[in-house]
């Protein structure tokens, strides 16, 4: 997509600047996936590249970085040749990864320098290959329901900017257990990587029919809010995104529903948010909860408020 530059009510195109080496892509990303990702960094040229000894080979990953939210880890690999396969290179950093789970916790716990163990849900890992161009080839491979992998293309312009856009397919075309490469030690892949669902959630947390109803209602009213938001459905709610940064999460407990917020305080009046009890560096400051449908307009002028906020850190 060209970009343009506005003067005096008049267009000039912004030319693209080539990306010269893998390195300059993965060290400008590492610097930057809180920005870009909303992801800690954990290892990779900014450190040392984290390296993972399996039977069959040794894999170096480019940068390992942790999903906050999703209490998972994410590999981020860095292409500038177009002739690999993301499926089946995706394939094997996940089974390398859940075959060596000790080798990630500590990992983390040295990078970190922490003594706690992180609690990680295996279950969201996830690969991300970013590159300045993918084939057609390589895009139609990820059209497949909750593939764990994920195409970033990156265009740097020469004043300077840059853009991280997602590849998406169009059209899923079946579940990714029905693409497992062979030859590799794929079942650990397929069975411990599989999207969570709503029904798991609701019986996880033993959640009231009532509940069910008022969670679906405000699912609804989320929806409609922009066209660039996502979700993800975790173990216990729902994470909502814009551009992969999250902006509120929500839990469908028993008798109520409760909610993390991207704000700092609450500038809207409402009898169902409060402030947490968090550490300053904190983004998530608010949260609510409710059991009424009588609070449904509190409710979703909070989650505008965090996703406004949100948008505002992302043009500035």
């Not at 894999?59 to 590999?75: C, G, H, N, Q």
């Not at 995706?90 to 003594?115: C, P, Q, V």
């Not at 798991?200 to 959640?207: I, L, P």
């Not at 509940?211 to 975790?234: P, W, Y």
Request: hydrophobic share 35%; glycine share 4%; with cysteine.
């Amino acid at each position: 997509m060209p970009i343009f530059q506005i003067s005096n009510s008049k267009l000039t195109l912004i030319g693209r600047k080539q990306v010269d080496l893998e390195k300059d892509l993965q060290t400008l990303t590492e610097n930057n996936l809180q920005v870009i990702f909303g992801l800690e960094f954990v290892s990779g040229s900014l450190n040392r590249e984290f390296c993972v000894k399996t039977t069959h080979q040794d894999f170096y990953i480019d940068t390992l970085a942790f999903d906050p939210e999703a209490k998972s880890f994410v590999i981020i690999e860095y292409k500038k040749d177009k002739n690999f396969s993301v499926i089946d290179q995706g394939y094997a950093y996940l089974a390398a990864m859940l075959n060596n789970k000790a080798d990630f916790l500590l990992e983390y716990i040295e990078r970190k320098g922490t003594s706690r163990k992180p609690n990680v849900d295996w279950r969201q890992s996830k690969v991300l290959f970013i590159s300045p161009e993918f084939t057609n080839y390589q895009q139609s491979a990820i059209s497949f329901k909750d593939l764990p992998i994920e195409l970033w293309k990156v265009t740097l312009y020469v004043n300077n900017t840059a853009s991280y856009e997602q590849i998406k397919a169009p059209a899923a075309k079946g579940s990714f257990v029905d693409i497992a490469p062979k030859g590799l030690d794929t079942p650990s892949v397929t069975k411990q990587i599989s999207p969570y669902t709503l029904e798991e959630v609701f019986a996880r947390q033993k959640t009231s029919p009532r509940i069910r109803d008022l969670f679906n209602k405000i699912r609804t009213e989320i929806s409609s809010l922009a066209d660039d938001i996502d979700h993800a459905i975790g173990k216990w709610g729902v994470i909502y995104r814009k551009q992969y940064k999250t902006f509120a999460y929500l839990n469908p407990r028993t008798q109520e529903v409760y909610g993390r917020l991207r704000l700092a305080e609450i500038k809207v009046p409402t009898k169902i948010g409060y402030r947490r009890k968090v550490h300053d560096k904190e983004i998530f400051k608010i949260a609510l909860k409710t059991n009424s449908e009588d609070d449904l307009p509190d409710v979703l002028s909070l989650i505008r408020e965090s996703y406004q906020k949100l948008s505002s850190e992302s043009n500035t």
